[in-house]
């Protein structure tokens, strides 16, 4: 064991983690979609780390905006206005496309919906705020209320108010269901949700979280007309409509946010991840022009020392102008429609793909021990069948997550499709070895 290795178990405390159960990898190098150990092993980033290395490792524009700033301006309090401060705003405000929005900046996708959580409540006198199962927000105290799976166990009791309801996960719907269409299904979800609200009072509920896309539970891709009948349910109730773009944001889908897609405004909109694609943490609440003015002459309780940290905003400029002059959207779509073909072709070829879901370059491969019943019960995993699996698939040079029975496959928005194909090959042999192993 190297010296580097022993410090970090010595020392640091590894998340989501039984301390005395990991071998972490000791990374010295990253470049493009690859990064390296230090043994020399190359690897593939398939998940863009956590979601969030879009345009990839080492990219020089971001890495010299960060060191002009650090030189310019390392740090100043939030009250000031700076230049890279108002371009970063300005430039997220555009790119979302709401008309008069503003942006309040925090400093990751948690801090994001923690204060939109707040902001709801304080434009609508409000208290009750929902959010779907299988939804994942974050792992702070409320972020982590609004989280519906069982990484919010560790927050509860929590925060009063917080309710969960069914979204859409027509693969997994009660057996006596049946889906003729896209609208059949966004009716029936839309139906339970109606009847969640109407339970809990609508006059009493602030907001409705869902994520855009839903991403580490399963990249599950709501239909257009689910969420354009949230955004009605909402319009209607008086109701703030929050879509978490934390994962989902900055071209992830095909489009600057997800919501795009659906033809709809959301109220709050939270991000983090992609604006500066983890090179300097940095998240944010994009809000529509009548939440903003709502706190024209009155306090906006929101605050943190490093809200709109210059570095950050200095990097998130760089990213902005990175996705624009590198042709990103049109990356993601092209390459994102060849791995679409390529899991349409896994799934007819290995008995283990119950079912493959992708949007832009976002993607699971949900596996299965027959049709419909998931390699591995719903909050666990005893036999370690997916650790095992996401461990072969390292050990093959195809650095991924799961999450339950899915494999998350999001690689870096600049890979090619040459890159692609080539990784996606181990992926394809590893499949074969679970089709043996059901």
Not at 31 to 47: H, L, N, P, Q, V
Not at 173 to 186: C, G, I, Q, Y
Not at 344 to 371: A, D, N, T, W
Request: charged share 20%.
């Amino acid at each position: 064991m190297s010296k580097i290795k022993q410090t970090d178990l010595k020392y640091n405390m590894h998340s989501w983690s039984a301390q005395k159960k990991i071998d972490p990898l000791v990374i010295t190098t990253a470049e493009g979609i690859y990064f390296t150990d230090e043994d020399g092993k190359r690897y593939a980033d398939m998940s863009s780390q956590l979601v969030n290395v879009n345009l990839g490792h080492h990219n020089e524009a971001l890495i010299a905006a960060i060191k002009e700033q650090a030189d310019k301006l390392a740090f100043i309090g939030p009250s000031y206005a700076t230049d890279v401060r108002s371009e970063a705003a300005k430039g997220i405000a555009d790119l979302s496309g709401i008309p008069g929005a503003k942006v309040f900046f925090t400093n990751a996708g948690a801090e994001s919906n923690e204060n939109a959580i707040k902001l709801a409540k304080l434009y609508t006198g409000k208290w009750k705020i929902l959010s779907m199962q299988r939804c994942y927000h974050g792992s702070t105290a409320g972020a982590g209320g609004l989280s519906g799976e069982p990484r919010h166990f560790a927050n509860e009791p929590g925060d009063a108010g917080h309710v969960h309801f069914e979204g859409p996960y027509p693969y997994y719907a009660p057996a006596e269901v049946k889906f003729r269409s896209e609208d059949d299904v966004a009716d029936y979800y839309l139906e339970l949700l109606k009847r969640v609200v109407q339970t809990e009072g609508a006059h009493q509920i602030a907001a409705i979280f869902v994520e855009s896309v839903v991403g580490s539970n399963g990249i599950l891709i709501p239909p257009a007309k689910y969420m354009q009948g949230i955004r009605e349910l909402c319009t209607e109730n008086n109701i703030v409509m929050v879509c978490d773009e934390v994962m989902a944001g900055f071209y992830r889908t095909g489009k600057p946010f997800a919501f795009q897609h659906f033809d709809i405004q959301p109220d709050l909109v939270t991000f983090a991840k992609g604006c500066t694609c983890g090179y300097v943490q940095l998240g944010g609440v994009i809000m529509n022009k009548k939440i903003a003015h709502s706190f024209d002459m009155t306090p906006m309780q929101c605050g943190l020392t490093y809200s709109a940290h210059p570095m950050g905003c200095a990097c998130t400029c760089a990213a902005l102008r990175e996705y624009k002059e590198k042709n990103i959207e049109e990356n993601v779509n092209t390459v994102g429609s060849l791995l679409g073909s390529i899991l349409e072709s896994m799934k007819l070829r290995h008995k283990c793909v119950g079912e493959v879901r992708y949007i832009g370059l976002f993607s699971g491969v949900e596996l299965v021990r027959e049709p419909h019943v998931p390699l591995v019960p719903f909050g666990e995993d005893p036999e370690g069948i997916m650790s095992s699996i996401i461990g072969d698939l390292r050990e093959a040079g195809f650095s991924t997550y799961s999450h339950e029975s899915v494999i998350v496959i999001a690689p870096p928005l600049i890979i090619t499709s040459n890159e692609l194909r080539e990784e996606m090959k181990k992926l394809d042999a590893e499949l074969s070895k679970v089709d043996k192993m059901i």
